[in-house]
């Protein structure tokens, strides 16, 4: 999936963060050590290994779409409401 500049693959939000889309660069990846994410998925990704399972408890990429789908569908449900 290509996805446009300065977009995090794990969340769909903007790189580094959304105030100041690309004006420096975002976190890397601890799941392949390439990917660029957003700094708050930097952190998430450090909690998860800081967690410590399997895999050193970072959610796999195959993963990283269904839950920026999922938080999607939340904020598309969060502005109905608001809308109503
Ligand atoms: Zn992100």
Not at 30 to 51: H, M
């Amino acid at each position: 999936m290509r996805f446009p500049d300065h977009t995090c693959p794990r969340c769909l939000g903007a790189v580094p963060n959304a105030s100041e889309r690309g004006q420096y660069p975002g976190a890397i990846s601890r799941t392949d050590d390439k990917t660029e994410i957003c700094s708050e998925c930097g952190v998430l990704e450090a909690l998860e290994q800081w967690g410590g399972k399997e895999n050193g408890g970072l959610l796999p990429q195959e993963e990283w779409r269904i839950w920026a789908w999922v938080g999607m569908t939340l904020s598309a449900k969060a502005m109905e409401k608001n809308e109503s």
